[in-house]
T-cell receptor, first 114, second 110 residues
Framework: SQTIHQWPATLVQPVGSPLSLECTVE??????LYWYRQAAGRGLQLLFY??????ISSEVPQNLSASRPQDRQFILSSKKLLLSDSGFYLC?????????????FGQGTRLTVV | AQSVTQPDIHITVSEGASLELRCNYS??????LFWYVQSPGQGLQLLLK??????LVQGIKGFEAEFKRSQSSFNLRKPSVHWSDAAEYFC????????FGAGTRLTVKP
């Protein structure tokens, strides 16, 4: 069966510090991968999605970036965090090549920038 | 561009009462529609999905949703709410680039 791992679960970082959140998927190949941010009352905002290694689509201009160094690994990064980067970050995957399918979510990372 | 609107930010219902959560979408083609539930501090769990066919979709935990193309709606319903249904509910549209609504927080009164 497929599983998705996301870490860390919580993170407190000072303003201006770097960020690296990691997400890995097991039990499937070439998944579509996603990073979402959830802010209170604003639902889930799609930040990045990837349909393959090195293929990243950015939805929202910001000081965050994403990378996919391996087939089942998706990393969210920042060189310098802002206070506004605080939020709940969710990684998700969906099967490649299947047109009608839902996304499967990790447990999320609560990021607080202080 | 595709988008989802959930008009109700917060809904309170009594345990045992019926529930309807509203969702309206904007999509250029045949929409793929989803309802997810999120417990506090957790990821999202799929309740049900609609791709085509029968417009009334049955999901887990006794939930159902009805797709109405004429109203661009995909409302979630449950005939009798349980205290364990208290959570945040998200409607979503799309496929590779799934878009979510702002969510509706459900409170269940004893």
């Amino acid at each position: 069966s497929q599983t998705i791992h996301q870490w860390p679960a919580t993170l407190v970082q000072p303003v201006g510090s770097p960020l690296s959140l990691e997400c890995t998927v097991e039990g499937t190949s070439n998944p579509n991968l996603y990073w979402y941010r959830q802010a209170a009352g604003r639902g889930l905002q799609l930040l990045f999605y990837s349909v393959g290694i090195g293929q990243i689509s950015s939805e929202v201009p910001q000081n965050l970036s994403a990378s996919r160094p391996q087939d089942r690994q998706f990393i969210l990064s920042s060189k310098k965090l802002l206070l506004s980067d605080s939020g709940f970050y969710l990684c998700a995957w969906s099967p490649a090549g299947k047109k009608y399918t839902e996304a499967f979510f990790g447990q999320g990372t609560r990021l607080t920038v202080v | 561009a595709q988008s989802v609107t959930q008009p109700d930010i917060h809904i309170t219902v009594s345990e045992g009462a019926s529930l309807e959560l509203r969702c309206n979408y904007s999509y250029g083609a045949t929409p793929y529609l989803f309802w997810y539930v999120q417990s506090p501090g957790q990821g999202l769990q799929l309740l049900l999905k609609y791709f085509s066919g029968d417009t009334l979709v049955q999901g887990i935990k006794g939930f159902e949703a009805e797709f109405k193309r004429s109203q661009s709606s995909f409302n979630l319903r449950k005939p009798s709410v349980h205290w364990s249904d208290a959570a945040e509910y998200f409607c979503a549209v799309g496929n590779n680039d799934m878009r979510f609504g702002a969510g509706t927080r459900l409170t269940v009164k004893p």
